[in-house]
Protein backbone atom coordinates (compact mmCIF):
# COMPACT_ATOMS: atom_id res chain seq x y z
CA UNK A 1 0.00 0.00 0.00
CA UNK A 2 3.00 2.23 0.70
CA UNK A 3 4.82 1.62 -2.43
CA UNK A 4 1.40 2.10 -4.43
CA UNK A 5 0.77 5.72 -3.00
CA UNK A 6 4.48 6.55 -3.42
CA UNK A 7 4.10 5.93 -7.13
CA UNK A 8 0.68 7.34 -6.94
CA UNK A 9 2.51 10.85 -5.70
CA UNK A 10 5.28 10.62 -8.01
CA UNK A 11 2.97 9.78 -10.99
CA UNK A 12 0.62 12.70 -10.11
CA UNK A 13 2.54 15.06 -9.54
CA UNK A 14 5.09 14.40 -12.61
CA UNK A 15 1.78 14.95 -14.65
CA UNK A 16 1.04 18.41 -12.89
CA UNK A 17 4.35 20.19 -13.40
CA UNK A 18 3.94 18.61 -16.88
CA UNK A 19 0.60 20.43 -17.98
CA UNK A 20 1.32 23.41 -15.72
CA UNK A 21 4.54 24.79 -17.00
CA UNK A 22 3.65 23.97 -20.64
CA UNK A 23 0.51 26.32 -20.11
CA UNK A 24 2.55 28.62 -18.44
CA UNK A 25 4.29 29.04 -21.51
CA UNK A 26 1.57 29.18 -23.75
CA UNK A 27 0.01 31.98 -21.75
CA UNK A 28 3.70 33.46 -21.32
CA UNK A 29 3.72 34.27 -24.91
CA UNK A 30 -0.10 35.25 -25.51
CA UNK A 31 0.44 37.64 -23.02
CA UNK A 32 3.40 39.37 -23.43
CA UNK A 33 4.09 41.33 -26.58
CA UNK A 34 7.68 40.93 -25.99
CA UNK A 35 7.50 37.30 -26.73
CA UNK A 36 5.27 37.87 -29.93
CA UNK A 37 8.12 36.51 -32.44
CA UNK A 38 7.82 34.64 -35.42
CA UNK A 39 10.45 32.20 -33.65
CA UNK A 40 8.57 31.66 -30.32
CA UNK A 41 5.71 29.60 -32.53
CA UNK A 42 8.04 26.78 -32.58
CA UNK A 43 8.07 27.33 -28.90
CA UNK A 44 4.23 27.32 -28.34
CA UNK A 45 3.79 24.64 -30.87
CA UNK A 46 6.38 22.28 -28.33
CA UNK A 47 4.18 23.94 -25.43
CA UNK A 48 0.93 22.33 -27.08
CA UNK A 49 2.52 19.43 -27.87
CA UNK A 50 4.06 18.55 -24.40
CA UNK A 51 0.74 19.73 -22.94
CA UNK A 52 -1.75 17.04 -25.28
CA UNK A 53 0.83 14.35 -23.74
CA UNK A 54 0.23 15.19 -20.19
CA UNK A 55 -3.52 15.34 -20.85
CA UNK A 56 -4.07 13.15 -23.07
CA UNK A 57 -1.17 10.18 -22.75
CA UNK A 58 0.41 10.63 -19.03
CA UNK A 59 -2.54 9.53 -17.28
CA UNK A 60 -3.40 6.33 -18.87
CA UNK A 61 0.20 5.60 -18.36
CA UNK A 62 -0.12 6.06 -14.93
CA UNK A 63 -3.31 4.26 -14.77
CA UNK A 64 -1.51 1.82 -16.84
CA UNK A 65 2.17 1.45 -14.48
CA UNK A 66 -0.51 1.12 -11.29
CA UNK A 67 -2.14 -2.21 -12.70
CA UNK A 68 1.34 -3.47 -13.49
CA UNK A 69 1.22 -2.97 -17.35
CA UNK A 70 -2.66 -4.01 -17.57
CA UNK A 71 -4.56 -1.89 -19.57
CA UNK A 72 -8.59 -2.07 -18.41
CA UNK A 73 -10.14 -0.20 -21.22
CA UNK A 74 -10.14 -2.58 -24.10
CA UNK A 75 -8.42 -2.65 -27.81
CA UNK A 76 -9.96 -0.18 -29.91
CA UNK A 77 -8.95 2.22 -26.84
CA UNK A 78 -5.72 0.83 -26.42
CA UNK A 79 -4.59 1.66 -30.25
CA UNK A 80 -5.79 5.24 -29.72
CA UNK A 81 -3.51 5.43 -26.62
CA UNK A 82 -0.80 3.87 -28.67
CA UNK A 83 -0.95 6.17 -31.46
CA UNK A 84 -1.33 9.47 -29.67
CA UNK A 85 1.65 8.46 -27.72
CA UNK A 86 3.84 8.02 -30.58
CA UNK A 87 2.40 10.81 -32.71
CA UNK A 88 3.02 13.39 -29.96
CA UNK A 89 6.48 12.08 -28.55
CA UNK A 90 7.48 12.25 -32.29
CA UNK A 91 5.88 15.88 -33.15
CA UNK A 92 7.34 17.15 -29.74
CA UNK A 93 10.86 15.58 -31.21
CA UNK A 94 10.64 17.35 -34.62
CA UNK A 95 9.54 20.44 -33.19
CA UNK A 96 12.66 20.23 -30.87
CA UNK A 97 14.52 19.71 -34.10
CA UNK A 98 12.72 22.56 -36.17
CA UNK A 99 13.81 25.46 -33.15
CA UNK A 100 16.88 24.24 -33.72
CA UNK A 101 17.40 24.87 -37.48
CA UNK A 102 15.26 28.58 -36.47
CA UNK A 103 17.93 29.12 -33.83
CA UNK A 104 20.46 28.59 -36.71
CA UNK A 105 19.65 30.48 -38.94
CA UNK A 106 19.06 33.42 -36.13
CA UNK A 107 22.48 33.06 -34.89
CA UNK A 108 24.65 32.33 -38.59
CA UNK A 109 22.67 35.10 -40.67
CA UNK A 110 20.79 37.72 -38.81
CA UNK A 111 20.15 39.93 -40.81
CA UNK A 112 18.53 37.89 -43.71
CA UNK A 113 16.51 35.00 -40.66
CA UNK A 114 13.33 37.65 -41.36
CA UNK A 115 13.39 37.24 -45.02
CA UNK A 116 14.13 33.57 -44.41
CA UNK A 117 11.76 32.69 -41.63
CA UNK A 118 8.62 34.24 -43.00
CA UNK A 119 5.01 33.11 -41.49
CA UNK A 120 4.25 30.97 -44.41
CA UNK A 121 7.27 28.93 -43.96
CA UNK A 122 6.59 28.77 -40.34
CA UNK A 123 3.10 27.75 -40.72
CA UNK A 124 4.26 25.10 -43.53
CA UNK A 125 6.70 23.49 -41.00
CA UNK A 126 4.21 22.99 -38.32
CA UNK A 127 1.70 21.64 -40.62
CA UNK A 128 4.43 19.13 -41.62
CA UNK A 129 5.84 18.40 -38.27
CA UNK A 130 1.76 17.38 -37.21
CA UNK A 131 1.74 15.46 -40.81
CA UNK A 132 4.57 13.04 -40.75
CA UNK A 133 3.55 12.55 -37.06
CA UNK A 134 -0.08 11.67 -37.97
CA UNK A 135 1.49 9.25 -40.38
CA UNK A 136 3.80 7.60 -38.51
CA UNK A 137 1.31 6.86 -35.37
CA UNK A 138 -2.59 6.61 -35.95
CA UNK A 139 -1.94 5.92 -39.83
CA UNK A 140 -0.01 3.28 -39.92
CA UNK A 141 -1.20 1.76 -37.06
CA UNK A 142 -4.51 1.49 -37.74
CA UNK A 143 -3.42 0.52 -41.35
CA UNK A 144 -1.24 -2.67 -39.52
CA UNK A 145 1.44 -1.57 -40.90
CA UNK A 146 4.09 -1.58 -37.77
CA UNK A 147 2.82 -5.65 -37.19
CA UNK A 148 4.46 -8.53 -38.45
CA UNK A 149 1.89 -9.96 -40.51
CA UNK A 150 0.40 -6.67 -41.39
CA UNK A 151 -2.79 -6.66 -39.26
CA UNK A 152 -4.34 -4.38 -37.27
CA UNK A 153 -2.80 -4.97 -33.71
CA UNK A 154 -5.06 -5.43 -30.70
CA UNK A 155 -8.27 -6.44 -32.01
CA UNK A 156 -8.78 -10.00 -30.66
CA UNK A 157 -9.83 -8.53 -28.09
CA UNK A 158 -13.22 -9.37 -25.79
CA UNK A 159 -12.36 -13.26 -25.26
CA UNK A 160 -13.57 -14.58 -21.73
CA UNK A 161 -9.61 -15.68 -21.65
CA UNK A 162 -8.63 -12.77 -22.06
CA UNK A 163 -11.04 -10.80 -20.20
CA UNK A 164 -10.13 -13.45 -16.89
CA UNK A 165 -6.17 -12.99 -17.48
CA UNK A 166 -6.28 -9.55 -18.51
CA UNK A 167 -4.10 -8.19 -21.47
CA UNK A 168 -1.36 -5.76 -22.18
CA UNK A 169 -1.62 -2.84 -24.47
CA UNK A 170 1.28 -3.55 -26.48
CA UNK A 171 2.60 -1.15 -29.47
CA UNK A 172 4.05 -4.05 -32.20
CA UNK A 173 6.01 -4.01 -34.61
CA UNK A 174 8.02 -5.35 -37.63
CA UNK A 175 11.84 -4.91 -37.98
CA UNK A 176 11.50 -2.30 -41.12
CA UNK A 177 8.82 -0.56 -39.09
CA UNK A 178 11.33 0.17 -36.12
CA UNK A 179 14.28 0.92 -38.03
CA UNK A 180 12.94 3.39 -40.15
CA UNK A 181 10.50 4.33 -37.32
CA UNK A 182 13.90 5.07 -34.56
CA UNK A 183 16.15 6.86 -37.52
CA UNK A 184 13.70 8.66 -38.67
CA UNK A 185 11.89 10.70 -35.46
CA UNK A 186 15.09 10.31 -33.40
CA UNK A 187 18.78 9.23 -34.86
CA UNK A 188 18.36 11.66 -38.26
CA UNK A 189 17.23 14.42 -35.83
CA UNK A 190 19.50 13.92 -33.21
CA UNK A 191 22.62 14.32 -35.83
CA UNK A 192 20.93 16.90 -37.48
CA UNK A 193 20.75 18.82 -33.65
CA UNK A 194 24.40 17.74 -33.02
CA UNK A 195 25.67 19.32 -36.29
CA UNK A 196 23.47 22.30 -36.29
CA UNK A 197 24.84 23.11 -32.53
CA UNK A 198 28.11 22.80 -32.99
CA UNK A 199 28.00 25.13 -36.34
CA UNK A 200 25.94 27.69 -33.44
CA UNK A 201 28.81 27.23 -31.01
CA UNK A 202 31.36 27.72 -33.73
CA UNK A 203 30.09 31.29 -35.01
CA UNK A 204 28.98 32.45 -31.64
CA UNK A 205 32.89 32.34 -30.95
CA UNK A 206 33.97 34.12 -34.23
CA UNK A 207 31.65 36.26 -33.45
CA UNK A 208 32.65 37.20 -30.37
CA UNK A 209 36.26 36.99 -31.40
CA UNK A 210 35.55 39.63 -33.96
CA UNK A 211 34.34 41.77 -31.57
CA UNK A 212 36.55 41.41 -29.18
CA UNK A 213 39.35 42.63 -31.94
CA UNK A 214 37.91 45.62 -32.64
CA UNK A 215 36.96 46.94 -29.25
CA UNK A 216 40.41 45.78 -27.46
CA UNK A 217 40.60 49.01 -25.67
CA UNK A 218 37.21 47.92 -23.62
CA UNK A 219 38.08 45.22 -21.18
CA UNK A 220 34.84 45.54 -19.63
CA UNK A 221 32.78 44.90 -22.66
CA UNK A 222 35.15 42.22 -23.90
CA UNK A 223 34.68 40.40 -20.69
CA UNK A 224 30.61 40.95 -21.30
CA UNK A 225 31.51 39.35 -24.68
CA UNK A 226 32.78 36.47 -23.03
CA UNK A 227 30.56 35.71 -20.84
CA UNK A 228 26.97 36.08 -23.15
CA UNK A 229 29.26 33.03 -25.23
CA UNK A 230 30.06 30.84 -22.24
CA UNK A 231 25.99 31.08 -21.15
CA UNK A 232 24.67 30.50 -24.94
CA UNK A 233 27.14 27.55 -24.68
CA UNK A 234 26.07 25.91 -21.52
CA UNK A 235 22.08 26.62 -22.73
CA UNK A 236 22.71 24.44 -26.02
CA UNK A 237 24.75 21.92 -24.55
CA UNK A 238 21.89 21.53 -21.25
CA UNK A 239 19.12 21.59 -24.25
CA UNK A 240 20.57 18.64 -26.09
CA UNK A 241 22.06 17.11 -23.07
CA UNK A 242 18.42 16.87 -22.19
CA UNK A 243 17.27 15.76 -25.61
CA UNK A 244 19.69 13.18 -25.62
CA UNK A 245 19.47 11.65 -21.39
CA UNK A 246 15.85 11.64 -22.35
CA UNK A 247 14.96 10.30 -25.39
CA UNK A 248 18.29 7.79 -26.21
CA UNK A 249 17.89 5.29 -23.41
CA UNK A 250 13.94 4.65 -24.31
CA UNK A 251 15.06 4.25 -28.56
CA UNK A 252 17.64 2.50 -28.24
CA UNK A 253 15.66 -0.02 -26.25
CA UNK A 254 12.75 0.14 -28.37
CA UNK A 255 15.25 -0.33 -31.24
CA UNK A 256 16.93 -3.64 -29.75
CA UNK A 257 13.36 -4.92 -28.36
CA UNK A 258 12.14 -4.28 -32.15
CA UNK A 259 14.66 -6.85 -33.81
CA UNK A 260 13.47 -9.50 -31.63
CA UNK A 261 10.70 -11.74 -33.26
CA UNK A 262 8.49 -11.69 -30.39
CA UNK A 263 7.17 -8.98 -28.43
CA UNK A 264 7.83 -9.22 -24.72
CA UNK A 265 5.14 -7.67 -22.37
CA UNK A 266 6.01 -4.67 -20.47
CA UNK A 267 8.45 -4.87 -17.89
CA UNK A 268 10.37 -2.53 -15.03
CA UNK A 269 13.55 -1.50 -17.47
CA UNK A 270 10.37 -0.55 -20.24
CA UNK A 271 8.75 2.02 -17.63
CA UNK A 272 11.70 3.63 -16.53
CA UNK A 273 13.25 4.16 -20.01
CA UNK A 274 9.26 5.20 -21.52
CA UNK A 275 8.82 7.99 -18.71
CA UNK A 276 12.80 9.46 -18.49
CA UNK A 277 11.38 10.41 -22.69
CA UNK A 278 7.99 11.60 -21.13
CA UNK A 279 10.51 13.56 -18.78
CA UNK A 280 11.67 15.49 -21.83
CA UNK A 281 8.07 16.80 -22.40
CA UNK A 282 8.52 18.64 -18.17
CA UNK A 283 12.02 20.26 -18.65
CA UNK A 284 11.08 21.60 -22.02
CA UNK A 285 9.30 24.44 -20.50
CA UNK A 286 12.59 25.10 -18.45
CA UNK A 287 15.11 25.00 -20.53
CA UNK A 288 13.85 26.41 -23.84
CA UNK A 289 12.13 29.67 -22.02
CA UNK A 290 13.51 29.84 -18.44
CA UNK A 291 16.88 31.00 -20.00
CA UNK A 292 15.21 34.02 -22.18
CA UNK A 293 15.12 36.99 -20.37
CA UNK A 294 11.20 38.09 -22.07
CA UNK A 295 9.62 34.37 -20.64
CA UNK A 296 11.49 35.51 -17.67
CA UNK A 297 9.80 38.46 -17.47
CA UNK A 298 6.45 36.80 -18.60
CA UNK A 299 6.55 34.26 -15.96
CA UNK A 300 7.21 37.10 -13.65
CA UNK A 301 4.10 38.92 -14.50
CA UNK A 302 1.93 36.28 -14.99
CA UNK A 303 2.69 35.24 -11.07
CA UNK A 304 2.55 38.62 -10.13
CA UNK A 305 -1.08 39.03 -11.60
CA UNK A 306 -2.18 36.21 -9.59
CA UNK A 307 -1.06 36.95 -6.64
CA UNK A 308 -2.45 40.60 -6.92
CA UNK A 309 -5.92 38.80 -7.97
CA UNK A 310 -5.24 36.88 -4.92
CA UNK A 311 -4.72 39.89 -2.64
CA UNK A 312 -7.92 41.64 -4.09
CA UNK A 313 -10.36 38.98 -3.58
CA UNK A 314 -8.96 39.02 0.09
CA UNK A 315 -9.62 42.32 0.64
CA UNK A 316 -13.06 42.24 -1.08
CA UNK A 317 -13.57 39.47 1.36
CA UNK A 318 -12.65 41.32 4.49
CA UNK A 319 -15.03 43.94 3.24
CA UNK A 320 -18.15 41.72 2.73
CA UNK A 321 -17.60 40.56 6.38
CA UNK A 322 -17.18 43.94 7.41
Known sequence: MITTALRWLILVSFIILTVGGNVLVCLAVGMSRGLWRLGNCFVVSLAVTDLLLGLLVLPLSATVELRSGKWPFGGALCNIYISLDVMLCTASILTLLAIGVDRYLAISAPLSHSRRVTPLRVTLAITTIWAVSLVVSFLSIHLGWNTADYRVQNLDWGMEEDEKEGRYCQFEWNNNYILI??????????????????????????????????????????????????????????????????????????????????????????????????????????????????????????????????????????????
Open 181 to 322: YAFGTFYLPLMIMCGLYLCIFRVAREQARRIRATIPSFARTATAVVAREHKATVTLAAVLGAFVICWFPYFTYLTYIGMKEKTNPPNTLHSVVLWLGYFNSTLNPILYPAFNRDFRRAYRGLLRCKRLNRRKLHLNGVSVNK
